[in-house]
């Protein structure tokens, strides 16, 4: 069964297996002792730490090992804001950070700082000037991940770190997703990562902090990892992490080159397989491994369970799936189509055969999808008498707003307005998505009795 999801967890690489099980039996004492037990631990985990450090590129003395990629993010967060309180408690985050980094951004604001977040272009890239422009004299910290969890673009890390170190901003970089191929370009201060995105274990975070940036751990004082980090160390475990990062780093030109040209078949043919697609993200500076688009008129939980009868492990970040009823974050920041949206992340060894498999079997699959939610083939083009419609999609979940918005749009005179009334919230980025993928006007959002009514002028 094809695992396409490995932007949430990478299969374990072997080099990890290998090194997990010898870390076992050789790495199970304190590496605080100073008995011979205890010293090959502290050999083991100093070694380990070296080899992190190398994949990040920094010291192995600025290097911490944590629980998790998200214990990481938010270790760093809250220790570098407490270490420059003098300076102020604004901080800066764009509107595409992942959601550890928004939900300490929360928890900063709750504790009566500020958070400013900056936008992001259609492509989900943030502009470096813009994020220049935020960094006011009371930024305390400034946050921006390497490249987006959910559709891949690379963002402009050297552009806005120059600026940052201009504006004596520090810069947290969550490089989780971008380790796997390399180092991030030079100039952020703090930088986080997650070892079971690149085929470690899971349970195994880093976070690196640069000498001279200022940082005072949060929580109660411990010894360990230099009180970043409190508790036992899991020493097979990083030993697992470190050695897979080394692997994997090496294999990186040569597998990223080929999972590159597997994304690009995946890009070009499913536009032209199934209608009414929409692939995001930038169609050059992104990740090798990872491609998400999403498809008009569907039903993302829907389309997933049928992906996954047909043999194919993906994710999502539709906002008609079980898990929420809000669109993904950074698809509304990026303004796009989030219904029916599909995000497929190659691992490593990914065969050929498997993605032209997904490519065979997917247009059927959405065009049954569709066929099930009643969705239009194509729009009734005789005008009715009336100048105007209103349709009542109050109460029903994307993609249904969109579908009967679609249904009746042929139904109106050139000029004429359809008002979709939906208290679903995929429905205010949805809407005006259609209609650019229509070439239709989006009017604007009025306020309604219940939900909000959104205005739709047909131009053709």
Not at 70 to 83: D, E, K
Not at 194 to 208: E, I, Q
Not at 370 to 377: D, F, Q, T
Request: charged share 25%; net charge negative; with cysteine.
């Amino acid at each position: 069964m094809p695992y396409f999801d490995a932007a949430s967890a990478a299969p374990l690489h072997p080099v990890a297996r290998q090194a997990l099980l010898a870390a076992l039996d050789e790495g199970w004492a304190d590496p605080a002792r100073l008995y011979r037990e205890g010293r090959r631990a502290r050999l083991l985990l100093d070694a380990a730490r070296e080899a992190a450090a190398e994949g990040v590129g920094c010291r192995p003395d600025e290097l911490t090992f944590t629980s998790s990629g998200t214990r990481a993010v938010h270790s760093g967060i809250s220790g570098a804001l407490a270490g420059r309180r003098r300076v102020g408690r604004r901080l800066v985050v764009s509107a595409v950070e992942h959601s550890s980094v928004l939900h300490a951004a929360a928890d900063h604001e709750d504790r009566g700082g500020t958070v400013h977040q900056v936008p992001v272009e259609r492509t989900g890239a943030a502009d470096a000037e813009t994020f220049g422009r935020a960094l006011t004299e009371d930024t305390a910290l400034a946050c921006l991940q390497s490249a987006s969890h959910e559709v891949g673009t690379e963002q402009p890390v050297a552009e806005v770190a120059g600026l940052c170190r201009a504006a004596g901003v520090p810069l947290l970089v969550d490089a989780a997703q971008s380790l796997v191929w390399g180092p991030v370009p030079e100039g952020w201060s703090l930088l986080t990562g997650s070892a079971h995105k690149w085929g470690g274990p899971a349970g195994v975070g880093l976070l690196a902090v640069r000498k001279g940036v200022r940082f005072a751990p949060q929580g109660p004082a411990d010894e360990r990892e230099s009180g970043r980090a409190p508790g036992f160390e899991n020493l097979p475990a990083i030993v697992a992490a470190a050695a897979s990062l080394r692997a994997v780093r090496a294999e990186a030109d040569a597998e990223g080159a080929r999972l590159r040209a597997l994304v690009d078949r995946i890009r070009a043919r499913v536009p032209a397989l199934v209608p009414d697609v929409e692939v995001v993200g930038d169609p050059v500076r992104r990740l090798p491994h990872l491609v998400t688009f999403s498809c008009l008129y569907v039903d993302g939980e829907t389309l997933l369970g049928e992906l996954d009868r047909a043999g194919f492990s993906v994710s999502s970040g539709s906002s008609c799936t079980s898990s929420t009823l809000t669109p993904s974050h950074v698809l509304k920041a990026m303004g796009v189509l989030s219904e029916g949206n599909v995000r497929v992340s190659l691992p490593r060894g990914t065969a050929e055969e498997d993605v032209d498999r997904f490519l065979e079997v997917l247009p059927g699959l959405v065009a049954g999808v569709r066929e099930k939610l009643g969705a239009p083939v194509a729009a009734a083009s005789s005008p009715a008498p009336d100048a105007s419609l209103v349709v009542d999609a109050l109460g029903k979940r994307c993609p249904i707003p969109v579908i009967e918005l679609a249904k009746v749009i042929g139904g109106v005179p050139v000029g004429a307005t359809v008002t979709v009334l939906s208290d679903d919230e995929a429905a205010r980025l949805d809407i005006p998505a259609w209609c650019a993928m229509r070439e239709q006007e989006y009017v604007g959002e009025e306020p309604a009795d219940r939900g909000a009514a959104y205005v739709v002028r047909r131009l053709s």
